[in-house]
């Protein structure tokens, strides 16, 4: 973990307990994630209890407790997508993968994340990859989405 990035938001944000949700997301800008170390000393420096950064970390879909895969894999699970398959989409990259939802490839190549819905319902099933929308899939096309990436 890079010290001089944690120390300068910490220099930042010391002593400032209404910033944290400012200073968690200059840590997961940097970091892609929030490391336990950084949250631990946030938290001791900002004068906050280490449950609230936590319970603000957890609390918020943006931040996240565990590095991300190069490529974000992101299977739209909405009414449209599941009437048209979404969910065999699913279950044919989770086994491909061997994730499951949230997590990352042991090679770090690739995080599998499920929603609700991309707003995309006119092409489903949709399946998002690093911000690129991809629809009208089945399982064989999915699988070779990720040939690409």
Request: glycine share 8%; aromatic share 6%; hydrophobic share 40%.
């Given at each position: ?16 307990p ?15 994630y ?29 931040f ?18 599941h009437?048209r398959?979404s969910?065999?989409?699913f ?9 499951e939802?949230?997590?990352t490839?042991?090679?770090?190549r ?12 006119s ?27």
């Amino acid at each position: 973990m890079e010290e001089a990035i944690l120390e300068e938001v910490v220099r930042i944000y010391r002593g400032k307990p209404e910033k944290l949700i400012a200073a968690l997301l200059a840590l997961q800008r940097h970091y892609g994630y929030l490391p336990e170390p950084a949250l631990r000393t946030l938290a001791q420096e900002l004068g906050v209890p280490l449950s609230k950064v936590y319970g603000v970390a957890t609390f918020y879909a943006q931040f996240r407790l565990k590095p991300r895969g190069k490529h974000t894999v992101c299977v739209c699970l909405g009414t449209a997508c599941h009437v048209r398959g979404s969910e065999q989409i699913f279950h044919a990259l989770k086994r491909e993968l061997g994730v499951e939802p949230g997590d990352t490839t042991a090679d770090g190549r690739f995080t599998l994340e499920v929603v609700s819905c991309v707003g995309a319902c006119s092409m489903a099933p949709v399946v998002v990859v690093d911000e690129e929308t991809h629809g009208r899939l089945d399982p064989e096309k999915a699988l070779a989405l990720l040939k690409k990436y």
